[in-house]
């Protein structure tokens, strides 16, 4: 039979103070778990969502050169040298853009609808791509892009914002919307979706049971 040993740790001072005998198969309970992790892969950086209340998702972020600035519940912001990539949840119970009757579709339509309205008056020319839309494992998407230039002061005492062209897909999980947006500052005349950008939106995986904190000692129980 194979001997089983027992870890014994003890706190020590000037004196023996105490001693506590730790007991194989009596693993205590998990802590809470994180709000997000990340993962290095062969392809960058795999990023984990699993804030409460939201949809729990991994992403693959492709490249090297991608910096994580940003986290939080709603909104997840990567930035590589000017380049910017803005992951953001917007829920309708709340920003209320979509009604009774709307399909998938229609949803995503007033969805864009109502992020142009806050856009359109904060340049004086803007260029919008019409949106088209794709079905895949996880739902429908709208890939939609907006170039805007020659900013306008929104209030005394803020700065215009930038000449800027914005890539995004948007994915409907009722009643959330996913948004991937990328962002720059160098206009060009493309504003379709790039190959590493559509490599990141089909790596999207979702956990609707989302991710447990790990109990001490579980990877050694399952070696």
């Known amino acids: 039979m194979k001997a089983i ?39 960058g950086t795999l990023y984990a969502h699993n804030w409460p209340g939201r949809p729990c998702f991994t992403v693959d972020i492709i490249g090297e050169d991608w910096v994580l600035k940003e986290t939080a519940a709603d909104r997840v912001l990567w930035r590589r040298g000017d380049n910017v990539l803005n992951i953001y949840l917007t829920d309708n119970r709340e920003a209320g853009f979509a009604v009774a009757g709307m ?37 429908l998407w709208s890939q939609w892009s907006w170039k805007g230039q020659g900013g306008k002061l929104a209030r005394p005492g803020q700065k215009k914002p930038l000449d800027q062209q914005h890539v995004i897909a948007s994915l409907w999980l009722d009643p959330w919307v996913l948004s991937f947006d990328w962002a720059r500052t160098e206009l060009t005349d493309n504003l379709g979706p790039s190959p590493e950008m559509i490599d990141i939106l089909e790596s999207v995986q979702f956990y609707p049971q989302c991710f447990s904190g790990m109990r001490p000692g579980e990877t050694w129980q399952s070696n």
């Open 5 to 43: 040993r027992i870890g014994v740790a003890c706190g020590l001072s000037l004196l023996l103070t105490s001693c506590v005998t730790a007991q194989p198969g009596r693993p205590g309970p998990p802590p809470p778990p994180p709000d997000y992790f990340t993962q290095i892969t062969p392809s």
């Open 103 to 139: 399909n998938d579709e229609q949803a995503l339509l007033a969805f864009i609808g109502s992020e142009l309205e806050y856009v359109k008056p904060r340049f004086e020319y803007q260029r919008v791509r019409q949106p088209r839309t794709a079905r895949d494992r996880n739902g």
